[in-house]
C-alpha cells in the first residue's frame, strides 16, 4: 500500500510540474522573479503532496542561526527532498548544480531564470570560475547552496566531501552555514519508495571563512556524521 501511494504521490507531482511549468513559462523567460515564484508554488505542492498521500512531514530547527546577510550554505544530499526545502527556507536562493540539471528541458529553464550555477565535474580549471560566479550571486544579495558531497549518498553512508566550498567562502569572505538531515531515511536516493515519518532538517551555528580549513573541514564532518549517527570517522569511499 505504502508503495502505491509513493507511485500515485509521484505520478501527481510529476504531472503538476509539468503542467505548470508548461503554462507558466512564458512568464518566466520575462521575469527570473516569477520562475522563483512558479518554483515556490511547485516546492509547497510536493511538500502537501507527501504529507497527504505519504505521510510524510517534515521539522525544521536552527532557523535563529541563519544570517541576515548572503551566506554559503553547505548540506548533505540525500534526495531530492533537501533541494527543494533549502529552496524554500533559504531567502533568495542559488545552487551549486552539476551542468546537466540546467540543460534539461523544461525544469532546466527556472532553474537558468533563478541564476543557480552549473558546473562540469569533467573540467578540472572550474575552481576560478566558480568563484567569480559565486561572487556576482552573492553581491546580488543571493545565498549561495552547495551540496559539498557532490552527488546523492544512501542514508548511513559517507562520500568524500569535496572542500572547494572552504575556498570559494573564504575568496567572496562570507559565512559558512552547515545544514544537516534525514531526508534519505524516509526517500532514498534512486527510489520512488517513500515512508511514513518526519524528516528533521537543522540549520546549524554559523562558521567563519576565515577559520582554518582543517577546522572547518573538522566541523562539518562531525555535523554530518552526528545526523547520521555514525561514531566512526572512516568514510564509505575515503581513506
Known sequence: MQFIRS?????????????LGIICLPGAYLSASFARKVLSVL???????????VGLKWQLSGMKNMPKNPALYVAQHQSMWETVA?????PNSVFVLKQSLLDMPLV???FRRCGFI????????ILRGLI?????????????IIFPEGRRVEYGDQAHINLSFIKIASEVNVPIVPVTHNSGKFWPRKSMMKKQGVVELNVHKVINSTEPVLEIKETIERLFYDTLGLQECTKKGQT
Open 86 to 90: 533549502l529552496f524554500m527556507i533559504v
Open 132 to 144: 567569480k560566479k559565486c561572487r556576482s550571486a552573492l553581491e546580488g544579495d543571493h545565498n549561495i
Open 7 to 19: 507511485l500515485f504521490q509521484s505520478i501527481l507531482f510529476y504531472g503538476v510540474v509539468t503542467f
Open 108 to 110: 532546466g529553464v527556472y
Open 118 to 125: 552549473g558546473i562540469d565535474r569533467q573540467n578540472k580549471s
Open 43 to 53: 516546492g509547497h505542492f510536493m511538500f502537501w503532496s507527501l504529507r497527504i498521500f
